[in-house]
T-cell receptor
Framework: DVKVTQSSRYLVKRTGEKVFLECVQDMDHENMFWYRQDPGLGLRLIYFSYDVKMKEKGDIPEGYSVSREKKERFSLILESASTNQTSMYLC???????????????FGEGSRLTVL | AQSVTQLDSQVPVFEEAPVELRCNYSSSVSVYLFWYVQYPNQGLQLLLKYLSGSTLVKGINGFEAEFNKSQTSFHLRKPSVHISDTAEYFCAVSETGGSYIPTFGRGTSLIVHP
């Protein structure tokens, strides 16, 4: 089974702090994603990566950056956390390739971030 | 570009009653369709998916969904719900031959009452 692990389930940070959310997958997936989930808004794509050191902006990249130095690890960075970034953050991965990719995602357990 | 509409934000139902969660999508090309479930304080897990073939798709936990191309719908059904089905349900669509990045609906909260 695919396993996507998000290192922190719950975090509490102060406004202005730098925040790192880590995600690791063990199935050699090329594509990795960071979503933000808020009540009534569903899942919104922040950034995704289709290869090491490659990244693409999603729908709401402002205030976030990402890092992918190794294939299995995809980090989300909040350079200066703000209260409006209080949310649930979900990491996901999927295989690449035209013949094999369907858009089915494998999700981590989520990281609930509170910014005070 | 594709889009997904989940028509109900919340669906309350009594235990052992049938339920239908509605999902409509919009796309100019062929699509793959998914339903995910999210239990409280957990990530999303796949319930079922439509890739091709039979339009009636069966998933885990007794759920099924029917792909209706003419109505661009992919409604999720269960004939008899259990308390443990209380969760958030997300419909998602991705376009074949495209980027394969799925678009999610806003979610439907299924609340099963005893």
């Amino acid at each position: 089974d695919v396993k996507v692990t998000q290192s922190s389930r719950y975090l509490v940070k102060r406004t202005g702090e730098k925040v790192f959310l880590e995600c690791v997958q063990d199935m050699d997936h090329e594509n990795m994603f960071w979503y933000r989930q808020d009540p009534g808004l569903g899942l919104r794509l922040i950034y995704f990566s289709y290869d090491v050191k490659m990244k693409e902006k999603g729908d709401i990249p402002e205030g976030y950056s990402v890092s992918r130095e190794k294939k299995e690890r995809f980090s989300l960075i909040l350079e200066s956390a703000s209260t409006n970034q209080t949310s649930m953050y979900l990491c996901a991965s999927t295989i690449a390739g035209v013949s094999s990719n369907t858009g089915e995602l494998f999700f981590g357990e989520g990281s609930r971030l509170t910014v005070l | 570009a594709q889009s997904v509409t989940q028509l109900d934000s919340q669906v309350p139902v009594f235990e052992e009653a049938p339920v239908e969660l509605r999902c409509n999508y919009s796309s100019s090309v062929s699509v793959y369709l998914f339903w995910y479930v999210q239990y409280p304080n957990q990530g999303l897990q796949l319930l079922l998916k439509y890739l091709s073939g039979s339009t009636l798709v069966k998933g885990i936990n007794g759920f099924e969904a029917e792909f209706n191309k003419s109505q661009t719908s992919f409604h999720l059904r269960k004939p008899s719900v259990h308390i443990s089905d209380t969760a958030e349900y997300f419909c998602a669509v991705s376009e074949t031959g495209g980027s394969y990045i799925p678009t999610f609906g806003r979610g439907t909260s299924l609340i099963v009452h005893p």
